[in-house]
């Protein structure tokens, strides 16, 4: 069947400090993949997508390459804002499937501080 | 302005009433979903709908219910059989892919308070 893994959390880092956060993926075919963001509070918002391998989604400087060959789709940014503290989610959505619902690894906390 | 609202941000009940949350889209889109969350959780979904007057269960569908007698509409039932009841709950939607999956918007959250 269809899952993602995500690394867990809670990851900390200091403002301007580079991020990874590794999301791999188990599906068949060639599903579409996303990041969401989650503010406190809140609910989710779509950071940045992939529908094809080799595809690389960005948004706000938070980058993610989608990897046939590895079943990856890391989210990475070059220097983070202690805005960026959040709660990110890799999902993915099956092909040709209409409108099922996405699959959802568990969610990365992150906090920047200053 | 497009999106999706749900109403309201809180919500206090007592224990044994049945509440219903309500999410209404005017993004026109086909499928609508509800999720849980729990904190420091991640999202599980309670029922989804692909299209009007059908809808399926998700993985912890118990003590909720659904209807969706409208495109916009898909208010969501928790009963006095949900044994934790305490949660955010969110909706979503989504239009119908064309080859490939595209993506779930989502409301702003409801947070039930079961006291």
């Known amino acids: 069947g269809n899952s993602v893994t995500q690394m867990e959390g809670p990851v900390t880092l200091s403002e301007e400090a580079f991020l990874t956060i590794n999301c791999t993926y188990t599906a068949t075919g060639y599903p579409s993949l996303f990041w969401y963001v989650q503010y406190p509070g809140e609910g989710l918002q779509l950071l940045l997508k992939?529908?094809?391998?080799?595809d690389k989604g960005s948004n706000k400087g938070f980058e993610a390459t989608y990897r046939k060959e590895t079943t990856s789709f890391h989210l990475e940014k070059g220097s983070v804002q202690v805005s960026d503290s959040a709660v990110y989610f890799c999902a993915l959505g099956p092909r040709n499937s209409g409108n099922t619902p996405l699959v959802f690894g568990k969610g990365t906390r992150l906090s920047v501080i200053a | 302005d497009g999106g999706i609202t749900q109403s309201p941000k809180y919500l206090f009940r007592k224990e044994g009433q049945n509440v219903t949350l309500s999410c209404e889209q005017n993004?026109?889109?086909?499928?609508m979903y509800w999720y849980r969350q729990d904190p420091g959780q991640g999202l599980r979904l309670i029922y989804y709908?692909?299209?009007?007057?059908?809808?399926q269960k998700g993985d912890i569908a118990e003590g909720y219910s659904v209807s969706r007698e409208k495109k916009e509409s898909f208010p969501l039932t928790v009963t006095s059989a949900q044994k934790n009841p305490t949660a955010f709950y969110l909706c979503?939607?989504?239009?119908?892919?064309?080859?490939?999956?595209?993506?779930?918007?989502f409301g702003p959250g409801t947070r039930l308070t079961v006291l």
């Open positions: 979503a939607s989504s239009t119908m892919g064309q080859g490939f999956y595209n993506e779930q918007f």
């Open positions: 709908s692909q299209i009007v007057n059908d809808f």
């Open positions: 993004l026109n889109h086909d499928a």
């Open positions: 992939a529908t094809k391998a080799d």
